[in-house]
């Protein structure tokens, strides 16, 4: 299947669709880097030594056409029934605006973590709506944007109270009410054991307060059990221990909140505000918290800040509790989360409003209620006596049967113990559900609505607070106010939609259209995560065609598809290490080596599962210093549980020294973490498995195309070699031994169907081709731009792998010109900038990957010279030092309305090289104060009077 540059065929996905330049275009591009051939630039580029032996093979690619038609073949092995399984997990119904013109709208899904707040206003204020309205239900001081799901939330939340708590004497006891859901238990006992916590899971009424660094609570209970914990909590608190209350963000509409109960932390799920439960995820969880704490929350944290003009702009508040700059003292290892999901939770909060949130909860309650009295007037025993929306149902023997008859009727129930029947309504309930319901109990009986609504809420705890009183959920409720809020915002973005986003290390490629498609056919989109497997059948499939397929892309024996996202793997890979040397006796093992220049989750990571990070320096050309890591790994041999490397390097090199890092490493009894964020240029060219990996997780969301979603969802993937599969983390769910990392068995499945189509539309040789052309195009860039920005690190051969890093610390110390002036400036042209400041400080790392064509690449060339010209003109004193292009950037149309006092024109100011003419993008903002934002801390929406004064 040798790869012909001259001709391709029409339906050629991956030469004519994915990839970016034309084979005319490489040509050309392959002078500019001085190779006659794509090939003898990908030999001198990756060592021999490393390079795959056999090709990628599993048949053609398929067209876009063929692959559509196989995926809808696959959903259709998924059954569709209604699910009534609850646990976490409810039907929603995702408004249809909301649908089209954020899930399935590129301008918001393509979008990358807004680090770059300038280009980023329109999803920071639908994830500051996101808090305020998480704040608002959960009556807590302050919400951060997302976790990865209730259950890693949950043991979050565990871990921020052992950080925060003041409790000494009990600072490794950790209480769970028996009354969670069971993933939720599972998921806080496998994050406990590392850490040394000791969790005991029992009912609330048997806590003894004094024991406890803390406990959490649930309500509505796994069950359906409504509590109010305000006596615990307080009794918690005589004892300085710290509660933490998960409850379902719906039932809050109704219930007193959390913060009512005198809670310490929230946390839950947002799912049933409009996201569909896609056998698992992705969805939003929450965590809110006291001011007091709010330094120790993990996640991100939108903020209220100012611009350059004193006007209002959002940005990350409080970054310097992330692992990006804490490491192994970060709050967690939390990077990718679940943004895309928040801004539709939040926009389904939008469009509902507080009368509608409510409504809907109570809609909720009566068919709960009605159903419950169907059940009982037929003679069936339901508890609890008061509840939301969840019921059990003793059934004795007939268990089996009243299961079996209600999958007839095309719904689950939830199996409880041996003799009961757990049944969660929710906003799609119809009356049919509830007859059909109680056809499988045996009763034939009409949903009539009786004129006095049934009612089962504990009165004690109605909640009386109010709650979404800011005017931005007042408002946008016609559908056209509501679908011009939402353009607005996504104008104010830059995404992947206008623009390149020459992200290093974040590879941010095509998401194809076609890859996107399956993902909301019902198929994928409206399984519960805890179906019968045989109404999962399409999804297993398609879990193992995958699997299969990307242990050929990285010479691993076994996939886990439990992490949600790159960091999460880590986690699950460590774990699967740490469980590894446990079986062997060798439990003592807790040394990890960690090269300085490692990803910031890496020491986070390492952290988490109790491990101690020794720091491996790198040597002057970038790499790993051998002689470093030798040392440190004979130094701590008998104690060294690993490594954790990235490949090619977080400096964008192919190190020629990996096997020997990895042999070093194997000779003391370590295991090899390899970090796959870099797979896109390896993939067909080399696999972590043959060069001395035991373990690496793959990014899908960034390798494999899922989008960004301005700054999750994602999939973390880990691939292991065959010694490591047995101590891979499992699933209660699945009946296996080893603990889940996640809420859901496959993590956030409803996403795979992008890479898998990715993978089936590439076929190895098309993604062979693509792992070529993105080291071709970073090597094009750094052709063009080396004489303006030095290279920082090339391999012996000067070659960069797929990415490179251009030092401005230069520009800097002549002229006082630092990175953010520059990627400032690129917004300008209409860019995102690069990755600033990491992994060296002042410099910026490009990653342009194999889906931009050449003439994007010129244009981001271009704007990187003439920036450079500008910065020139600066040290060479030709203009002000602190009043030029560079300084005031990025400009903005108010700049122009004002007064113009400035020693260059509003034409070079607004429309420098790159800068798109009539389609300039215009940014809504001057630059954002970072410092100012952090020091007043906002982080709801601001009051609407802070409007009118700006206007
Ligand atoms: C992106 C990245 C990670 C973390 O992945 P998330 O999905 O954001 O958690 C880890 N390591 C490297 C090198 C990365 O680039």
Redesign the pocket.
Known sequence: MAFKLTDYEAYDFANRRHIGPTPKEMADMLKVIGFKTLDELIDATVPPAIRQKEPLDWGDALTERDALYHMREVAGQNKVLTSLIGQGYYGTTTPAPILRNILENPAWYTAY?PYQPEISQGRLEALLNFQTMVSDLTGMDIANASLLDEATAAAEAMAMAKRAGKSKSNASAFFVDQNCHPQTIEVIRTRAAPLGVDVTVADPAELEPGAYFGAIFQYPGTYGHVRDFSAEIAALHEHKGLAIVAADILSLALLKSPGEMGADIAIGSTQRFGVPMGYGGPHAAYMATTDKLKRAMPGRIIGVSIDDRGNKAYRLALQTREQHIRREKANS????AQALLAVMASMYGVYHGPDGIKAIAQSVHRKAARLAIGLEEAGFSVEPEVFFDTITVEVGPLQETVMQAAVQQGINLRRVGTTKVGISLDEQTRSETLEAVWAAFGISRKDIRPEVPPYRLPDAMLRESAYMTHPIFHKNRAEAEMTRYMRRLADRDLALDRAMIPLG???MKLNATVEMIPVTWPEFANLHPFVPEDQALGYKYMIDDLSDKLCQITGYDAISMQPN??????YAGLLTIRNYHASKGQGHRNICLIPTS??G??PATAQMVGYKVVPVKSDDDGNIDVADFRAKAEKHSKDLAGCMI?YPS?HGVFEETVQEVCQITHDHGGQVYI?G??MNAMVGVSRPGDIGGDVS?L?L??TFCIPHGGG?P?M?PIGVKSHLTDYLPGHPELNQAIGPVSAAPYGSPSILPVSWAYVLLMGGAGLTQATKVAILNANYIAARLKDAYPILYTSSSGRIAHECILDTRPLSEQGNITVDDVAKRLIDSGFHAPTMSWPVAGTLMVEPTESEPKDELDRFCDAMLSIRAEAQAVIDGKIDADNNPLKNAPHTVRDLVGDWDRPYTREQACFPPGALGVDKYWSPVNRVDNVYGDRNLVCTCPPMSDYEDEA
């Open positions: 973590t290892n939390v990077c990718t290390s974040c590879t996202s790159g960091a999460q793997g880590e490692a990803h989750t890496n990235t977080t970090d964020a870099n997780h990014n969301h960034k999750g994602g973390g």
